[in-house]
């Protein structure tokens, strides 16, 4: 995911963290200097949805605005299936359940 609050924000013609912490703050968001500095820096790896709620409401967005996909790099991570199976291996199996069978009675 891509994380675009900065983008958003100079849109809305805010380009500094301390103004944008402030609007925050008046819309009932208190966020601490450090965790402002991250959202504004970087892509946080965890943001809570009430807080990405009256972050979109500053903004005037929503939350698809503010995270964009990227499916290629969400590809990449997937591993390739030559890389999974050791050289001269055939690759496993995938083992499919199989309802409706009767299993045997427990011993007694």
């Known amino acids: 995911m891509l994380w675009n609050l900065r983008m958003r924000a100079a849109e809305r013609g805010i380009w500094k963290s301390t103004e944008m912490r402030r609007l925050l703050a008046d819309a009932g968001l208190e966020i601490s200097a450090g965790k402002m500095s991250a959202l504004w820096t970087g892509t946080p790896t965890t943001i809570r949805l009430d807080d990405l709620e009256v972050i979109c409401s500053v903004l005037d967005c929503d939350p698809a605005t503010l995270l964009i996909c990227e499916p290629e790099k969400a590809a990449a ?13 055939t690759p496993a199996q995938v083992v499919a359940p199989r309802f409706g069978r009767h299993r ?3 011993p007694l």
């Not at 997937?78 to 199976?85: D, G, H, I, V």
């Open 104 to 106: 045997s009675a427990p």
């Open 77 to 89: 991570r997937r591993p390739q299936k030559e890389q999974q199976t050791a050289v001269g291996q």
